[in-house]
């Protein structure tokens, strides 16, 4: 008898490893999305909350010209190569880093989730109402995406269609961005129209520090609706400042812009 529960035990202990090893993680992605701007975010989960983190580190500014033939962003740009790219019409882009960094926090018990955005050097967190939801449509189709099995899922989320390569083997039902729900961990995501692709890089499990998965403390409190008016000003004012800046060195550029392209379409879910 006393074996039996030797060996009873020993089962038990490594199933409670075995679960222990699923149940936390922290999985690399590559993400394109707004202005094909690429960055390359951590998701750190557990059952119960989550972080996506990009862009943290020292606090300084990036510039970043996107070349169309090399489909590639360089960095830092020297003043020269800066005025060379505004003459050719490059995709220009400016963002910042700081200690927090642009962050999605997911929390499953709350039902709650927060974004924090490095927008012009000042940080803005926006809460949704409650955690938003996605009706996802299960497809009879599969692939490998590094050492794991993956299945297909579709939903449509606030104007877009988003496919997705979901994996049973780490039963976590979170993902990239926004996305969740489904009964294992999203590795890639892209949506119809390729606005947003999101695909895997790496993944270690279990996460070493789980006090990383914390909500964002700094950055202005504004609702999500008007986070993206916010947004509107703020590129209004970057464009103005451009020209304002070519014209004080007698040139003719002029900087135009188009309707920003948001990820989220339409908020149908929130009236």
């Known amino acids: ?20 090893q699923t149940n936390s993680g922290v999985i690399t992605y590559t993400i394109t999305a707004r ?45 020269k190569e800066f005025e ?20 999605i926090y ?20 926006i809460e949704e109402p409650q955690m938003p939801f996605q009706n996802w449509t299960l497809i009879d ?9 993956c299945q297909k899922a579709t939903t449509v989320f606030r104007g877009r269609i988003y496919e997705a390569w979901y994996t049973l083997e780490v039963p976590i039902a979170n993902g990239p961005w926004k996305l969740h729900g489904l009964p294992g961990l999203i590795l890639e995501s892209q949506t119809r129209d390729k606005f947003f692709t999101c695909t895997f890089v790496s993944i270690e499990i279990p996460i070493k520090d789980e006090t990383i998965i914390k909500p964002p403390m700094t950055g202005l409190k504004i609702g999500i609706l008007d986070y993206q008016k916010q947004i509107e000003k703020s590129l209004n004012e970057k464009v103005r400042t451009s020209n304002t800046y070519q014209q004080s060195r007698g040139t003719n550029v002029t900087v135009s812009r188009k309707t920003l392209p948001y990820q989220e379409l339409n908020y149908d879910d929130l009236k």
């Open 84 to 103: 060379e790219a505004l003459y050719a019409h490059k995709l220009i882009t400016t963002y910042y880093i700081d200690e927090e960094g642009d962050v």
């Open 141 to 149: 189709s599969s692939k490998k995406i590094g050492k794991f099995n």
């Open 1 to 20: 008898m006393k074996y039996i529960l030797l060996i009873f035990f020993f089962v038990l202990m490594i199933s409670a490893t075995s679960f222990s």
């Open 106 to 125: 997911k929390n499953f018990e709350t039902n709650s989730l927060i974004i924090r955005d490095i927008n012009e050097r000042n940080p803005i967190l």
């Open 35 to 79: 202005y094909k701007k690429v960055d390359q975010y951590k998701l750190y989960f557990k059952n119960s909350s989550s972080i996506l983190i990009a862009n943290r580190g020292i606090k300084k500014s990036v510039i970043k010209i996107y070349d169309e033939k090399l489909k590639l962003d360089t960095f830092s740009v020297s003043d």
